[in-house]
């Protein structure tokens, strides 16, 4: 069974910088892509940024709201993937999630709908 775990939320000034990790597990975890979403009172889950799985590896994805401050990536070795925050505004407060699809061969890499398993979600909050 996949099973997703995000911590490094927390409390930021505007400004400030933020990691926050995904931990897999349940199955090969390089072989398949993994996103970030969040989501914002009264709002619906939103992308964020994604990087694809070992049979396209390499390429990420980014909303354009985050393009040039925020990066994604992951460490096979730990099952791990990351999201650095940098230049956070206090737009980007929400519940960040990270999700991994299905299949290693999903490429609905900007859509909630392309991912299957997701994990409780972590508190970002950019004080302004």
């Known amino acids: 069974q996949v099973q997703l775990v995000e911590s490094g939320g927390g409390l930021v000034q505007a400004g400030g910088s933020l990691r926050l990790s995904c931990a897999a597990s349940g199955r090969t975890f390089s072989v398949y892509g993994m996103g970030w979403f969040r989501q914002a009172p009264g709002k619906e889950r939103a992308f964020v940024a994604a990087i694809t799985g070992s049979w396209l590896p390499g390429r990420t994805y980014y909303a354009d709201s985050v393009k040039g401050r925020f990066t994604i990536s992951r460490d096979n070795a730990k099952n791990t993937v990351y999201l650095q925050m940098d230049s956070l505004k206090s737009e980007d407060t929400a519940v960040y999630f990270c999700?991994?699809?299905?299949?290693?061969?999903?490429?609905?890499?900007?859509?909630?709908?392309?991912?299957?398993?997701w994990g409780q979600g972590t508190q970002v909050t950019v004080s302004s």
């Open positions: 999700a991994t699809p299905q299949s290693a061969y999903s490429s609905q890499y900007y859509s909630s709908t392309g991912y299957d398993y």
